[in-house]
């Protein structure tokens, strides 16, 4: 059974570092057709991707945000890490852990990555 | 990057009706474009993928067409479960994009 479950502060102040830590059971962050993404949503607004990892430890982040965000893995506690600096109010909304797996296709892996397992989202708020 | 544009942002309709969902791309997304149905305070569920695939144990009343930039969710046979919101979402470009999201609620 996959499972990722979302674990960090519920309130920071505008200006602190945002560490949030995903961990997973279920599937392994070593798989070669499997990564890890971070997306929030602010309340009452949209869903916003901000990170993918694979792997392959490759890493992608939302333009806007890039300066901003660090994401990274520890495949022995089989978790996944992201950083976010320089908090704002803005950034208030519940963040997301999410599996993304490679779609296979036509009998070979597509290079095209799903997202098909979210946890169930943690509450951040910041405020001073 | 890729935007991402739906229609309507909301959407009244009553049980049993027929509703459709429009979603719009910024460029091709050739068939790289999921469905997601989210109830408040639950993460999203995947309803579709490619466009038009249905997502295990997804209710056949839900479907989805359309290729390149134009693509459609129809709900056939509205069931009081099914209100809630919906995004649409592309996967062609590894930098995610969503849709604003409709709201489909009770005429």
């Known amino acids: 059974q996959v499972t990722l479950k979302e674990s960090g502060p519920v309130l920071v102040k505008p200006t602190e570092t945002l560490t949030l830590t995903c961990t997973v059971s279920?599937?392994?962050?070593?798989?070669?057709?499997?990564?890890v993404s971070w997306i929030r949503q602010p309340p009452g607004k949209a869903l916003e991707w901000l990170a993918h990892?694979?792997?392959?430890?490759?890493?992608s982040y939302r333009t806007s945000l890039k300066r901003r965000l660090t994401i990274s893995r520890d495949t022995s506690k089989s978790q996944v890490v992201l950083t976010m600096t320089n908090m704002d109010p803005v950034d208030t909304g519940t963040y997301y852990c999410?599996?993304?797996?490679?779609?296979?296709?036509?009998?070979?892996?597509?290079?095209?990555?799903?997202?098909?397992?979210w946890g169930q989202g943690t509450p951040v708020t910041v405020s001073s | 990057d890729i935007q991402m544009t739906q229609s309507p942002s909301t959407l009244s309709a009553s049980v049993g009706d027929r509703v459709t969902i429009t979603c719009r791309a910024s460029q091709s997304v050739t068939s790289w474009l999921a469905w997601y149905q989210q109830k408040p305070g639950k993460a999203p569920k995947l309803l579709i993928y490619?466009?038009?695939r249905l997502e295990r144990g997804v209710p056949s009343r839900f479907s989805g067409s359309g290729s390149g930039t134009d693509f459609t969710l129809t709900i056939s046979g509205l069931q009081p479960d099914d209100f809630a919101t919906y995004y649409c979402q592309q996967y062609k470009s590894y930098l995610y994009s969503f849709g604003q999201g409709t709201k489909l609620e009770f005429k």
């Open positions: 279920g599937f392994s962050l070593n798989h070669a057709t499997m990564g």
């Open positions: 490619k466009a038009s």
């Open positions: 990892i694979f792997s392959s430890d490759e890493k």
């Open positions: 999410v599996r993304i797996s490679e779609v296979f296709q036509d009998g070979f892996w597509s290079g095209y990555y799903l997202p098909d397992y």
